[in-house]
């Protein structure tokens, strides 16, 4: 039932244009939102294969449902603004900060210096070193995320596995791949190049579509929406989330499973000594 209310806005936006042109910004509009509702639906059924996947491994899960959808994509935000300013540690953090300062500064110098130099000369000097500066900056600060991205990428199926609230299990997720970082990337990098190359070859008869559909449009309607190859994009890009899910579902497993013997271990040894 859940697909059918953003499909028939679809369809129905699809016959406004066909039948009523005078009526074309009203049916943009519902073809708007009728496409961003499908996008949520495929969503929520992608994110769905998190459970799916950990019940297959063995492990316990949270009930799926719109509240667990809805955590997960506040917590992907929080992941995200974790990334993005280094929060899980106060080096990175200080390290982001600086770093994102020192390109704004940089990016300021550049524009005053370069209106400010005479000649082309001037400007071409103050031009490369801005330019050259900058992308190390956003270099180094690119690998700064990508790092703490690595080691909370495995959150979603914490999440899922144990339902902790949003914050401690980030935490958690972070003490979790302590030391980790190079595995999680590896594998991580390898699935995606997969999924990738999968993708590229299923887009090409999509991308082929998209043209001949974008010329079509624009003939009959007078404008080009290629309606039908972005939802067949949207299909074949949630069809694509189902083996990266299950994946890494299976390196969550093993990483938990590692983390759970080591602590095992550590207690065993702490009462040892005790004793």
């Known amino acids: 039932?859940?697909?059918?209310?953003?499909?028939?806005?679809?369809?129905?936006?699809?016959?406004?244009?066909?039948?009523?042109?005078?009526?074309?910004?009203?049916?943009?509009?519902?073809?708007?939102?009728?496409?961003?509702?499908?996008?949520?639906?495929?969503?929520?059924?992608?994110?769905?294969?998190?459970?799916?996947?950990?019940?297959?491994?063995?492990?316990?899960?949270?009930?799926?449902?719109?509240?667990?959808?809805?955590?997960?994509?506040?917590?992907?935000?929080?992941?995200?603004?974790?990334?993005?300013?280094?929060?899980?540690d106060r080096k990175l953090f200080a390290a982001s900060v600086l770093l994102l300062a020192g390109l704004l500064l940089t990016v300021a110098a550049m524009y005053f210096g370069f209106a400010g130099s005479a000649g082309a000369g001037g400007k071409l000097v103050y031009g490369l070193a801005g330019i050259a500066f900058i992308a190390?900056?956003?270099?180094?600060?690119?690998?700064?995320?990508?790092?703490?991205?690595?080691?909370?990428?495995?959150?979603?199926?914490?999440?899922?596995?144990?339902?902790?609230?949003?914050?401690?299990?980030?935490?958690?997720?972070?003490?979790?791949?302590?030391?980790?970082?190079?595995?999680?990337?590896?594998?991580?990098?390898?699935?995606?190049?997969?999924?990738?190359?999968?993708s590229f070859v299923l887009m090409i008869p999509i991308f082929i579509l998209r043209v001949v559909e974008t010329i079509a449009l624009a003939l009959v309607l007078g404008f080009p929406f290629p309606v039908v190859s972005m939802i067949l994009q949207l299909a074949v890009s949630t069809l694509m989330t189902f083996p990266m899910i299950y994946a890494l579902s299976a390196l969550y497993s093993r990483i938990s499973a590692d983390k759970a013997m080591i602590s095992t271990e550590k207690a065993l040894r702490i009462s040892t000594e005790k004793a």
Not at 22 to 40: D, E, P, Y
Not at 54 to 67: A, D, E, F
Not at 145 to 168: C, D, M, N
Request: hydrophobic share 65%; glycine share 10%; charged share 10%.
């Open 1 to 88: 039932m859940v697909v059918v209310v953003p499909m028939v806005l679809l369809f129905g936006s699809l016959f406004l244009m066909l039948s009523s042109p005078g009526l074309g910004l009203a049916s943009f509009v519902f073809l708007i939102l009728a496409i961003f509702l499908l996008m949520l639906v495929l969503s929520y059924f992608s994110l769905g294969i998190y459970p799916v996947a950990l019940r297959r491994r063995g492990l316990k899960t949270i009930p799926w449902g719109v509240g667990a959808f809805a955590r997960i994509i506040v917590g992907g935000i929080a992941v995200f603004l974790a990334a993005i300013f280094g929060l899980m």
């Open 136 to 198: 190390l900056l956003a270099v180094i600060y690119a690998v700064l995320v990508a790092y703490s991205s690595v080691r909370l990428v495995l959150w979603p199926y914490r999440f899922v596995s144990r339902g902790e609230p949003i914050i401690e299990g980030i935490k958690n997720t972070w003490k979790m791949t302590e030391g980790k970082a190079a595995r999680i990337f590896v594998a991580n990098f390898g699935i995606m190049l997969a999924i990738a190359f999968a």
